[in-house]
């Protein structure tokens, strides 16, 4: 299977990009493992939030194929701790879709089609994180899990 996160707007951050592409290259031990950066929208200001999350929507459905497995990362996601992350992980390893797409979005969070279109939903916490950082935080996540599922001596529980 592969994996891949896919997120709106490229970082600011170098130091931001570079936790990403450490934990990028850390996963790919495991299995395929991309990050797929969208273009911003342009002429936001023009956009009311609805329209923003709809365009942004677009290009993301654009990027999945049927039979993706598609998971949003969105505040009324469902939470996990992070041994319960990699049990969730490994379920979808185990149910055999060849993608499984991990979707950060944009400011305005998702367009209803993204929604109507998700697999799941994915909470890192009922707090707001920027969506920079985020792509960080998760990725460091799934190489996380990966390591719980092989018993290696990164996560202390």
């Known amino acids: 299977m592969t994996i891949e996160l896919l997120a709106i707007g490229k970082t600011d951050s170098k130091e931001v990009a570079a936790l990403v592409e450490m ?4 996963v790919n031990f495991y299995c395929k493992f991309s990050v797929t950066t969208l273009p911003d929208v342009r002429n936001t200001r023009k956009l009311t939030p609805r329209q923003q999350a709809a365009a942004e929507g677009e290009a993301i459905l654009r990027q999945t194929a049927e039979g993706d497995f598609v998971a949003l990362l969105d505040e009324r996601g469902e939470e996990f701790r992070s041994v319960e992350f990699a049990l969730w992980l490994q379920k979808r390893l185990n149910s055999g879709p060849k993608r499984l797409v991990l979707v950060i979005g944009g400011p305005y969070g998702f367009s209803e089609a993204v929604y109507a279109r998700a697999d799941a939903r994915i909470s890192l916490s009922r707090m707001t994180f920027s969506h920079q950082i985020v792509r960080a935080i ?3 996540q799934i190489y996380r899990a990966f390591t ?10």
Not at 23 to 26: D, K, W
Not at 148 to 157: A, D, G, M
């Open 148 to 157: 719980i599922l092989r018993n290696e001596p990164y996560h202390h529980e």
């Open 23 to 26: 934990y990028a290259r850390r």
């Open 138 to 140: 998760f990725a460091e």
